[in-house]
């Protein structure tokens, strides 16, 4: 059974970093493509970032190009979000996922009903 763990979140100041980590168990999931989400309160869960199972393809969401950066350490397979020039409506949690229908391929998937598994997330609050 396929088990994400994030963590990395916390509390920051507007304008500062964080860096997050999705760690992997039960499966090998270097094949696959995988993604971040997020979810503040009162709001649907929207796309931050994609990559495809190389790494060599990479997808963001428009409001977080040029600051965030994701990335993945197959031989650990872990995935990572870097977080840089936070803003305060970026509060919220953060969850990890992966789509097991995208094995091998060149792209990855922007919509969150393609990821099969999630992590419990991890809180991201930024003050202002």
């Known amino acids: 059974q396929v088990q994400l763990v994030e963590s990395g979140g916390g509390l920051v100041q507007a304008g500062g970093s964080l860096r997050l980590s999705c760690a992997a168990s039960g499966r090998t999931l270097s094949d696959y493509a995988m993604g971040w989400f997020r979810q503040a309160p009162g709001k649907e869960r929207e796309f931050v970032a994609a990559i495809n199972w190389t790494g060599i393809r990479t997808y963001y969401a428009d409001s977080v190009k040029g600051r965030f950066t994701i990335s993945r350490d197959n031989a650990r397979n872990t995935l990572y979000l870097q977080m840089n020039s936070l803003k305060p409506e970026e509060t919220a949690i953060y969850y990890c996922?992966?789509?097991?229908?995208?094995?091998?391929?060149?792209?990855?998937?922007?919509?969150?009903?393609?990821?099969?598994?999630w992590g419990q997330g991890t809180q991201v609050t930024v003050s202002s």
């Open positions: 996922a992966v789509d097991f229908t995208a094995k091998y391929t060149a792209s990855a998937s922007t919509y969150h009903g393609r990821y099969d598994y």
